[in-house]
């Protein structure tokens, strides 16, 4: 941030240093911005002064005097914005203990991934298992749907994404085949999610790991309802930590690195991978905020920050408070452990859970391994993803749910405590 003079004097002390924990941070350019929204509408950011200002700033960015950064120039238009269009997209859906779980669909790697896991996991009476033995099934469950997020989700404009398959039970039987008594050996293979299924679908071993999303440092998520009982599980990111660096000025607002969630090489010359850069493609993310009904009428959501812990965040929180019997609140505060089948083998663990009885029995009778998850920002950083909730309490009542202390704690409110 600190070449940008508009980012240095929004976020950044007179000196260059971080702003203190726990500063005011006052943005009148973000306030003019919404009331320009507030006025003209989408029009003031795809044809007007806020997409103009973007478009120079990501081309012609100004820079502090003396400073000097390694760029090349910018080659966003005003038609680049103009021609953006939302695509409305089908929710992914499985079913789970009797819930209908709604993830989000590709390019987003989440519902189709989370609901993987949670048909694998459908396999199990996990309520019933020792805790270190679901745990187990848990982690193996992740490892083998994470290979099959890497082989074949990406932009279903560009590449063909089986998901009816990656969805199906019968499909999840053929990798749920693959877990025995001990742990598998990351990069597992992926399955092949093409019907007829029969058979272990996939290889224990591989050679290629799945990619990890890097939307941890800088994604927010949010669940609410309205006094309608609408509710919206919406997940948002500008990718590493501050994205680009760069305020438009002005404006008051960061503007994003995502397209670094695009693969820029094939993990070896001349292999396959669908989530390769092109015109107008968007890249995969792990985005995987969830919406559960139970008979048609909304029970809980849960969503998260943290990269490609997204995933497993989610089902680890959904898995405490259905099958482990937790409250919401204890399920999302509960510590966590991710697996994402990378090359290292090993699963992301928090410290809480490193450092468990639960994590030692799982090295000692199953052979998982663990890596502890350090921070890098804030002392409360060592985490592998943190979340919200929303848990419907019945009679027009509803509980919002955030974390206790990751990351300093985050935010649940209610702006009129009283039934809709």
Known sequence: MQPYPASRSLLLTPSGDPLPIGTWLRDPDLAHTYQLLAHRGPSALYDGPIGRAIVQTDDHPVLTPGQTIVTNPGIMTMKDL??????????TRVNYRGLSVYGMAPPSSGGSTEGEILNILNGYPLGSESRVEALFHYLEASRLACADRNAYVGDPDYVHVPLAGLLDPEFAATRRCLIGNTALTSPVAAGSPFAPFWGCSGTPASTQSSSASPEA????????EDKWGDIVAYTNTINFFGGSGQVVPGYGFLLNDELTDFDFAPSSPGAYDLNLPAPGKEPRSSMGPVIALRNGRPEFAIGAAGGSTI???VVQILMNHVDFGMSLPAALAAPRVSQTNSSSNTSLAEPDFYNSALAQQLTSQYGEKFSLATGSILPLDNYPGDATALQMLGHGRAEAIAEPVRLGGGSALVVQPSPR
């Open 311 to 313: 995933i497993t965040t």
């Open 217 to 224: 440092h800088h994604t927010n998520n949010i669940v609410t």
């Open 82 to 91: 103009q021609s953006y269009r939302t695509r409305i997209l089908a929710p």
